[in-house]
Nanobody, 116 residues
Framework: QVQLVESGGGLVPAGGSLRLSCAASVSIFRINAMGWYRQAPGKQRELVATITTSGRTNYAEFVKGRFTISRDNANNTVYLQMNSLKPEDTAVYYC??????????WGQGTQVTVSS
């Protein structure tokens, strides 16, 4: 059974930090690069960061130097450490396999709100 459960969001002031977690089912986690995505109100979902099964990472330009993606292979969990948050980072954050599309299963996401 596919499972993606995101957590760790909240309301923080600009410049603050949050750490998001995503518990994924083995069927997704063990064989896929994983990614964090976000969707702001009125905008399309966008890819934020990815991490391969071996730990190689890649970041969107708008989060480079501020966000760090990591994964715990023993516990099928992927994390997103977000520092120096900006109001434009406000969005619902989701995790999924890399290159997931709207046709893939998506979890509920976790809301991140950054106040100015």
């Amino acid at each position: 059974q596919v499972q993606l459960v995101e957590s760790g969001g909240g309301l923080v002031p600009a410049g603050g930090s949050l750490r998001l977690s995503c518990a994924a089912s083995v069927s997704i986690f063990r064989i896929n690069a994983m990614g964090w995505y976000r969707q702001a109100p009125g905008k399309q979902r966008e890819l934020v960061a990815t991490i391969t099964t071996s730990g190689r990472t890649n970041y969107a330009e708008f989060v480079k130097g501020r966000f760090t993606i990591s994964r715990d292979n023993a516990n099928n969990t992927v994390y997103l450490q977000m520092n120096s948050l900006k109001p434009e980072d406000t969005a619902v954050y989701y995790c999924n396999r890399d290159r997931a599309t709207r046709y893939n299963y998506w979890g509920q996401g976790t809301q991140v709100t950054v106040s100015s």
